[in-house]
């Protein structure tokens, strides 16, 4: 229950930064290591090239470097942050969770920290967590990320997976803030009956890997793509419709939609079924595929600094992933 002395707070994303690994690796590079075209992969998905960690590049470091961005624009020292979630399904060790490893290298000492598991709603499901938080007066300032290296569980030998997925990191700031401007609503589900539509069936306590021999274990990401495809669209659009609903707003009142970016026909579809024109949803699948926790900030971010995002206009953001998890959010920026 929000008490009264709150009613009017709310979260505003008052810092952001991305980050991504100086690798790129070409649908031409894949190419040469499975049977795919080019042609293909940018007609089925839209990406042309991703980003790919090198070995000794952790998901914290790209959480990192993204957090110290976010930090910059909102112009706070670390210091200031009492929370910190972490989306990601990448991370560096079963324990301590990433968001530990991240609080310790960005100095983060008076902030609690979390992961979050849902995959690439993970972001959203932190931003909607800070902000209840912060509506009930718990914590003022915080952290949320999406970071990914899906690189480490990406099979590279599979054409159905390997082309879409890639590395990266995005951060939001979000502080407590009185009046209209911000996080305007947010609406989370899951639906666990589909987990292994898009799952690492081994690994965890379960099936850990010293269990396995000769390499029989499957670490890698398994999806069923085209079964994935038609929830994505529905539950997206359909979560997006929701949140609009909830801040009482309609789709042609949304100046930009940052979507999951997961696949360029999937996105087209979900802003058809809004009523969004596609000229108004932000796309950066090219450059980077699907980073699953780290897609809808690294978009975000972009789509702020590049100015076309000013005062008063409102944002969509709707994501779908693993779990299966979907969200979505609006906010008066
Ligand atoms: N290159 C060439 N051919 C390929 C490739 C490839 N990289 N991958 C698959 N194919 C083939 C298939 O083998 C199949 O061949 P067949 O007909 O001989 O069996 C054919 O292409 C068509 O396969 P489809 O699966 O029907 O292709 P589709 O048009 O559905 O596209 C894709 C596949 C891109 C995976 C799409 O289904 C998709 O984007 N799904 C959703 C992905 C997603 O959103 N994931 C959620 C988030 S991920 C996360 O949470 C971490």
């Known amino acids: 229950m929000v008490s009264v002395m709150y009613r009017n707070r709310r979260g505003r994303i008052t810092g952001l930064g991305s980050a991504v690994p100086e690798h790129i690796m070409t649908n031409h590079d894949l190419e040469k290591m499975v049977d795919t075209t080019d ?56 324990l301590p969770s990433t968001a530990c490893i991240v609080q310790k290298k960005l100095g983060l000492v008076n902030a609690a920290a979390l992961d979050i598991v849902a995959a690439c709603a993970g972001f959203l499901h932190g931003l909607s967590i800070a902000n209840s938080f912060i509506r009930i007066g718990q914590y003022k300032r915080v952290m949320v990320i999406g970071a990914e290296k899906l690189s480490s569980c990406t099979d590279f030998t599979d054409r159905n997976t390997c082309v879409l997925f890639g590395d990266g990191a995005g951060a939001a700031v979000v502080e407590a803030s009185e009046g209209d401007r911000g996080i305007l609503s947010t ?132 994501a779908f992933g693993g779990g299966l998890t979907w969200a979505s959010a609006t906010v008066k920026w």
């Open 187 to 318: 609406f989370l589900k899951s639906d666990g009956r589909l987990s292994e539509l898009l799952w690492i069936p081994h690994g965890g306590s379960i099936a850990p890997p010293q269990s396995f021999h000769n390499g029989d274990g499957d670490f890698f990401i398994t999806m069923s793509g085209s079964e994935v495809f038609r929830h994505a669209v529905r539950q997206m659009s359909d979560a997006s419709l929701k949140a609009l609903d909830m801040a009482g707003l309609k789709s042609e009142d949304v100046t930009v939609m940052v979507p999951h970016q997961a696949n360029i026909r999937i996105m087209e579809s979900a802003a058809r079924r809004i009523g969004i024109p596609i000229e108004r949803v932000f796309m950066n699948i090219d450059k980077y595929g699907n980073t699953s926790a780290a897609s809808v900030p690294i978009a975000l971010d972009e789509v702020v600094r590049s100015g076309r995002i000013k005062e008063g206009d409102i944002l969509l953001m709707a």
């Open 39 to 94: 042609e293909w992969i940018q007609s089925r998905t839209g990406i042309k090239e991703r980003r790919i960690c090198e070995k000794y590049e952790s998901m914290s470091d790209l959480a990192v470097a993204a957090g110290r961005r976010a930090l910059e624009m909102a112009g706070l020292g670390p210091k200031d942050v009492d929370l910190l979630l972490l989306g990601t399904v990448t991370p560096d060790h079963r």
